[in-house]
């Protein structure tokens, strides 16, 4: 028997640095200000890490 669930129901998300950069629970990243951040994803156990830098908004 196969599922339909979505996986991304099951994901956490975590950012290490809020100020920098939120992530929400459908693993969309957001930018709040210049900087680095680590994002982790975990799934039932294992867990992946981006470490990225968000660059200011150019107008």
């Not at 992530?23 to 680095?36: A, E, F, M, P, R």
């Amino acid at each position: 028997m196969s599922s339909t669930s979505p996986l991304s129901n099951k994901v956490t998300w975590y950012s290490s640095a809020v100020d920098v950069a939120q992530i929400d629970d459908k693993g969309i990243l957001t930018g709040i200000n210049t900087g680095s951040v680590d994002v982790k994803a975990s799934y039932e156990g294992i867990g992946v890490i981006l470490s990225t830098f968000v660059l200011p908004t150019r107008y």
